[in-house]
């Protein structure tokens, strides 16, 4: 039987009910307007008919109609159900009520999966020894009731099922799913992973995250980690890693620490950062936002060092300076993330905390060691620090970064806090600034892949083009197979999806741009590989290795000789 939401959403499209709040225009496939959950002049909020979903650039406000409804008339979920039944001359049918029996029966066979898993590590030398050798005590081991999943097809479901577990439940608790749709039997969601369960914040398991252990001979190498799916008990927009244990010591030290995963997590509890959260598999949201805003308003970002990193950290300060927060970044040092560093030496980690910069000063430093000449110092900094600073809600201390970046780059402080305030007089205009600023700081190819799957995805969710889709899927996996876990991180996929649909919906030689697009992503697989081949080379040269030099050498020349072919191709 098909739910009340069903059943309203197959009557209203997204543009109708929208456009009977605020007026739409039309922006090629999709729709747009000012944003009406915050301030602006230009109009960055989309809609878009073919997901019945809308975004906005500016704000970063997204969802379905019960979400818009929600947010535009102040009402929770039922409120909204109620509003959308009547528009759409549905009458509501009372839920089951077996439905909140049905939730306690989820934490029940996510318990009892829990035990399962932590047993089976206690009985498997191998993935016991791993992990212990990354550094974790058994204290720590038992505290986050780390586990391990076997690497079989169905042990965790049949061992659910002898407990009196339908498969049916487990199913919907995310820990199995099966292997067609429709089809009869299920599989374990994770197997041969090193099992992390994550909790609600009374410490309840919801869901889990697994870190790939066993690879099968022959096998192409798995997502490192993969996460359990949106479920009736966890949202992962909602959900901050950690913070049952975390939010006692937030509190009392008023300053949380955001890492980038598990074992960043446990590591820094360990070292006595207990006041450490870690996101699931999606980027900051404003739902973990205000989890942190009830207990504190300083952040600490301990995000990895590459550029990657540096860039998740401006995409998380992004939103916590827009909301208040005052974030700070730890620097770490010898290039590690923190599991690395703490296991080296906790004493690096505990400094690393204790000396993190603002993000201000951060993006500052970056710019100043990089741009030499002061006049490139001066754009480099108008275009990838002065929109952090312009995010910064709180005056004073606005104030105070204007004048650092003025007394950095030699500039009048009055021609500075001119070019902040342009930036906060249009807020349309400060979230494209960020996002260049973000993009300036990205590697080129995260770049392209970020682009190429935002074309796939647009793609696989528009009627007609699935042989289209399927034929860029290949291709792509076999210059990047990275690429396959990008979509993990909802938030990034919703976004990325909805700039293709505005960037690309009408273009007419859409197969030539992604030619060309995954040509210069093989680009630049080839130079990363040539610099990573030289490397090597040097090395194996140094070692007196003929026969590893002769292999790297061919390797090398081959793949200069194909370098050089794309080169020529891209400028014929």
Request: aromatic share 8%.
């Amino acid at each position: 039987m098909r739910s009340n939401a069903e059943l309203i959403k197959e009557r209203l499209s997204i543009a109708e009910v929208v456009s009977s709040y605020i007026k739409l225009e039309k922006a090629g496939g999709s729709f747009r307007a000012r944003c009406p959950f915050h301030n602006e002049k230009t109009p960055s909020f989309y809609v878009s008919p073919t997901r019945n979903s809308f975004y906005c650039f500016g704000c970063e406000a997204k969802g379905d109609i019960f979400t818009f409804v929600e947010r535009y008339e102040g009402v929770d979920f039922r409120g909204a159900l109620k509003m959308l039944a009547e528009k759409a001359g549905i009458e509501l049918v009372r839920e089951d009520p077996k439905e909140r029996d049905e939730r306690e029966e989820l934490f029940r066979v996510m318990e009892e999966a829990a035990s399962y898993f932590k047993a089976n590590l206690a009985a498997h030398p191998a993935p016991r020894e791993y992990i212990m050798k990354r550094g974790l005590t058994e204290a720590t081991l038992d505290s986050f009731r780390i586990g391990y999943a076997l690497p079989e097809w169905r042990s965790l479901t049949e061992h659910l099922v002898r407990k009196g577990f339908p498969e049916a439940l487990i199913e919907k608790a995310g820990l199995a799913k099966r292997a067609t749709e429709g089809g009869d039997r299920v599989y374990d969601r994770f197997r041969g992973r090193i099992m992390f369960p994550l909790m609600d914040t009374s410490g309840r398991v919801i869901a889990f995250s697994g870190r790939v252990f066993d690879i099968p001979q022959g096998k192409e190498e798995p997502a490192k980690y993969i996460n359990s799916p949106e479920t009736p008990l966890f949202s992962k927009s909602k959900v901050l890693y950690g913070f049952d244990k975390a939010k006692e010591a937030i509190r009392k030290w008023s300053f949380a620490i955001l890492v980038e995963g598990q074992m960043d997590l446990v590591m820094s509890h360990q070292a006595g950062y207990r006041n450490a959260v870690a996101l699931s598999g999606t980027a900051l949201t404003d739902e973990h936002v205000d989890q942190l805003l009830r207990l504190t308003d300083r952040l600490v970002l301990a995000l990895d060092t590459d550029k990657a990193g540096i860039a998740a950290a401006g995409r998380s300060a992004t939103l916590a300076l827009r909301r208040g927060l005052d974030v700070k970044v730890a620097l770490l040092s010898q290039g590690k993330d923190p599991a690395d560093l703490i296991q080296a030496d906790p004493e690096l980690w505990k400094e690393a905390v204790k000396s993190a910069v603002h993000i201000v000063d951060y993006y500052l430093k970056i710019v100043l060691d990089k741009e030499k000449d002061e006049r490139k110092r001066r754009l480099a900094v108008s275009a990838t620090v002065l929109p952090y600073v312009a995010l910064i809600a709180k005056p004073m201390d606005r104030a105070h970064f204007t004048a650092r970046v003025a007394q950095a780059v030699h500039l009048p402080e009055d021609a500075v806090r001119q070019e902040v305030e342009s930036f906060r007089a249009q807020p349309s205009a400060l979230a494209p600034a960020v996002a260049r600023a973000e993009e300036a700081l990205r590697p080129h190819k995260e770049v392209l892949l970020h682009t190429l799957c935002s074309i796939l995805w647009w793609l696989e969710g528009s009627q007609g083009r699935v042989e289209e889709a399927m034929d860029l899927k290949r291709r792509l996996l076999a210059l990047a197979p990275e690429a396959a876990s990008l979509g993990e991180d909802e938030n990034l996929r919703n976004k990325l999806v909805f700039q293709a649909e505005l960037l690309y919906a009408q273009v007419a030689d859409l197969p030539q741009v992604i030619n060309d697009l995954l040509l210069r992503l093989e680009r630049e697989s080839l130079r990363q590989a040539i610099d990573i081949l030289r490397f090597n080379l040097t090395e194996s040269e140094r070692a007196g290795s003929t026969e590893r030099t002769a292999t790297l050498l061919e390797e090398s020349r081959n793949a200069a000789r194909r370098l050089s072919e794309i080169d020529a191709r891209m400028q014929s």
